[in-house]
């Protein structure tokens, strides 16, 4: 009996999981995805900035700007030995489909270029303009990528009306979940200044940890807000805290904490900045503060792109999309500002930067034609 050929979009999910690209190295993966999409009429500018390839490509003109974003970049595999095949080397078992980038975010990028290639097949006349804003630094620091074509998009004065980022949004199956927004992150690098001493003689040290204990706790006990309608409370969190010599009788010279807050529109930077430096200081925590923004809380409101997107997964799976701003960040944090209208589509995010990172196959085709709906929908002439 034979088997039945693989679409092309599960190809092309394949071809480019084998070409190994941890961030920043993008592989070939972004020269393989230009051949195709110069082939259907886009003209590419290549965009690379210090040791990231970036591209941004059009195909018609005026408005409304579609754009599909995403990133050929992957993280790390991890232990090989915990891998039960190749990370590269693509391989389906029980009609799924395993390897490093295969969820975040290759079988999204497959799906996003087989649908343009279909869509410009039925409709070359399309209205307006599409548009794709591929970076190999989204899983990195995030600095020569997006965010660096964004400003030289902003330099010339070029918009976005709708940008639908190929992000594995999904929870349980295909479809469940859209993103219209993410929150923003602010984290802190924290160095609190004591005296070192013999842990017998206390009166003539001056214990880091003990100075910091009471602030931190009311730091982690705050209830920051409520959130709203779109987002989840503000939460803040210590991601490590190191003090010590090694030896159990020397009180510390310092401690050093790294922690994060997770925001939403209803806090700002400023104001998140202020609180904790004033807990510090109640609390008479002798400090240095040092302080980054990662990304800035987004929301698209429910409109056209959300709107179609949501007729397509609902004609295509039976599903209802649940509208969330849950999770990390995504560069959909620096396309907002443009003024688009920013929603993340993808497959489900279970195995993402897992080792056996896997994705249905059945998940990739279905992708593809809501990918394809969507630009019916909103492009077609």
Known sequence: MGTSKPSPTLELTQELISRASVSPTDGGC???????????????????????????????SGGPVFCFAGHTDVV???????????????????????????ADMKSGLAAMLTASEEFVGRHPGHDGTLAFLITSDEEGPSVDGTKRVVEVLRERQETIDWCLVGEPSSE???????????????SGRLTVHGIQGHIAYPQSADNPIHALAPALAELTS??????????????????????????????????????????????????????????????????????????????TAPGELSHAATRAV??????????????????????????????????????????????????IDHLHRIYCRTLELLLAS
Not at 31 to 58: H, Q, S
Not at 76 to 97: E, K, N, S, Y
Not at 233 to 247: M, R, Y
Not at 334 to 360: D, S
């Open 30 to 60: 972004q020269a393989l995805m230009i051949e195709r999409l110069e082939a259907i009429g886009f003209t590419v500018e290549k965009l690379r900035f210090g040791p990231v390839d970036n591209f941004w490509a059009k195909r018609g």
């Open 76 to 102: 790390p595999t991890g232990p090989l030995d915990d891998w039960q095949t190749d990370p590269f080397a693509p391989v389906i078992r029980d009609g799924i489909l395993y390897g490093r980038g295969a």
């Open 172 to 186: 349980l199956r295909l479809g469940d979940t859209m993103k219209i927004g993410r929150r923003g992150s602010l």
């Open 222 to 299: 705050r209830v920051w807000d409520q959130g709203n309608e779109h987002f989840q409370p503000t939460s803040f969190q210590v991601s490590n805290l190191s003090a010590g010599t090694g030896a159990p009788n020397v009180i510390p010279g310092e401690l050093k904490a790294r922690f994060n807050l997770r925001f939403s529109t209803v806090q700002t930077v400023e104001g998140l900045q202020a609180t904790v430096e004033a807990i510090l200081q109640k609390h008479r925590v002798n400090h240095s503060l040092e302080w980054f923004v990662s990304g800035q809380p987004f929301l």
């Open 314 to 363: 609902q004609e295509e799976l039976r599903v209802t999309p649940q509208l969330t701003t849950g999770g990390g960040t995504s560069d959909g944090r620096f396309i907002a500002p443009l003024g688009a209208q920013v929603i993340e589509l993808g497959v489900v995010n279970a195995t993402i930067h897992k080792v056996n990172e896997c994705v249905r196959v059945e998940d």
